[in-house]
């Protein structure tokens, strides 16, 4: 299985936009086998997805945050990153980044990075 | 967008009991739902694929079923290992995680 490392800041300020990065090992971001997506958990409260992009650079994003999000992809250096703009207090979270599976119109993840805790805070 | 609710939201059980986790999709997901465990301080690792798939390495007390809109996970004998956070998710269309089931020993 790939493996995958986030990297990025820890502390935010609100308004501003956060830059986070996924390293991707053992395996090409290229693949058509995998899709690639950022996943936060808040403090003490559940999974949320917040958008994945496909190996053709095909990116969906999650209706909570569509309107300040973007993910791409840097095939020259492996890595996913993540953009999220006009930071709050609720954005607040471990951000992982994950490997899925492609299997026909579905998948599942597979790879999970170790997450990263951003705190929005002045 | 598709929600998946849950339940219970917690639960307690003893070593060697059996436990299942229900989740219930907002529309109809085909068989295109995963369950995952969160161990304390962790990230999350997929048990089941495809609602019934029991992934690679996955102890086989761990069962899931379901198709459409109605899914479940089962334990068959709680095991002291297995404290921790359970999450379905669907892949149906885009992603949505269940707000997960915390299991704890009684």
């Known amino acids: 299985q790939v493996q995958l490392q986030e990297s990025g800041p820890g502390l935010v300020k609100p308004s501003q936009t956060l830059s986070l990065s996924c390293t991707v090992s053992?395996?090409?971001?290229?693949?058509?086998?995998?899709?690639w997506s950022w996943i936060r958990q808040q403090p003490g409260k559940g999974l949320e997805w917040l958008g994945y992009?496909?190996?053709?650079?095909?990116?969906y994003y999650s209706p909570s945050v569509q309107s300040r999000i973007s993910i791409s992809t840097d095939r020259s250096q492996n890595q996913i990153s993540l953009n999220l703009r006009s930071m709050t207090a609720a954005d607040t979270a471990v951000y992982y980044c994950?490997?899925?599976?492609?299997?026909?119109?579905?998948?599942?993840?597979?790879?999970w990075g170790q997450g990263t805790l951003v705190t929005v805070s002045s | 967008d598709i929600q998946m609710t849950q339940s219970p939201s917690s639960l307690s059980a003893s070593i060697g009991a059996r436990v299942t986790i229900t989740c219930r999709a907002s529309?109809?997901?085909?068989?295109?739902l995963n369950w995952y465990q969160q161990r304390p301080g962790k990230a999350p690792k997929v048990l089941i694929s495809?609602?019934?798939n029991l992934q690679t390495g996955v102890p086989s007390r761990f069962s899931g079923s379901g198709s459409g809109t109605d899914f479940s996970l089962t334990i068959s004998s709680v095991q002291p290992e297995d404290v921790a956070t359970y999450y379905c998710?669907?892949?149906?269309?885009?992603?949505?995680f269940g707000q997960g089931t915390k299991l704890d020993i009684k």
């Open positions: 994950a490997g899925g599976l492609l299997r026909g119109d579905s998948g599942w993840y597979v790879s």
């Open positions: 053992g395996g090409s971001i290229s693949s058509g086998e995998y899709y």
């Open positions: 992009i496909y190996s053709t650079g095909s990116a």
């Open positions: 529309q109809s997901i085909g068989t295109s």
């Open positions: 495809g609602a019934s």
């Open positions: 998710q669907q892949s149906y269309r885009k992603d949505t």
